[in-house]
């Protein structure tokens, strides 16, 4: 009788630990929201990462058009705004007679007046950090029209002229430092602003062109750091 007693006495002790009904829904409710919680704090931490992430494509983009509008400003006090064509990725063209004669390559007087004021423009933007640090290169461009000429080599020569008057105008350009950030091609006539074959068309397509490149891998890395914060 008292071995019966005992056992009774141990299974009621077993069955007092189970936890009751109530107690187990409330772990779940419990378990639940913890889960919501953390998929709410996730869900501000992305929210805040995609909005960094925006500022920061914002901010590059506006590193190359700040870029673009100084070049312009500065290249329309000299000749016009007239004279002066902005074109795709924020590209600025200055038509090639004001900086050359009709098939040469030696830059005329103007076109180092034009050149000098721009050095400068050039030198203070490589030596502002917010901007060289998203800077690849500047990309002298040279074009011509249709005419037939030895157009591949007098578009490059062009483009190389304007380099070397930039950097003998400000010599803060020759040296490495700044010298790193300039480039220089040739398009011949197979980048034309206008597809037409007029004496007016000719001249807006013999240009010189800026074209302001940024460091992919600069500020992709910055956008990775971004991310991984």
Not at 33 to 44: E, G, K, N, P, T
Not at 121 to 146: C, M, P, R, W
Not at 192 to 200: A, G, L, R, Y
């Amino acid at each position: 009788m008292k071995n019966r007693k005992r056992r009774f006495q141990i299974q009621s002790d077993e069955e007092h630990y189970w936890p009751s009904f109530a107690d187990m829904m409330a772990m779940i409710v419990l378990v639940m929201l913890f889960i919501a919680i953390i998929a709410f704090v996730q869900m501000i931490y992305d929210a805040y990462d995609q909005t960094v992430m925006k500022q920061e494509l914002a901010k590059v983009a506006d590193v190359k058009k700040h870029i673009s509008d100084l070049i312009e400003e500065q290249l329309e006090e000299n000749v016009g705004k007239d004279k002066i064509v902005r074109g795709p990725n924020n590209t600025i063209s200055v038509e090639g007679d004001i900086l050359f004669d009709t098939g040469s390559a030696e830059i005329s007087p103007q076109g180092k007046k034009v050149l000098n004021d721009l050095a400068d423009v050039f030198a203070n933007l490589i030596d502002e950090e917010d901007i060289s640090q998203y800077l690849y290169i500047i990309l002298i461009e040279g074009h011509t029209d249709k005419v037939p000429y030895d157009n591949w080599k007098l578009s490059a020569d062009r483009s190389v002229a304007v380099v070397k008057e930039l950097m003998k105008a400000n010599p803060k350009l020759d040296t490495p430092e700044y010298a790193k950030y300039l480039a220089a091609t040739g398009y011949s006539e197979y980048k034309p602003v206008i597809e037409e074959d007029t004496s007016d068309a000719y001249e807006k397509n013999r240009r010189i062109s800026f074209q302001i490149i940024l460091d992919d891998e600069k500020w992709q890395k910055r956008l990775k750091e971004i991310m991984t914060y």
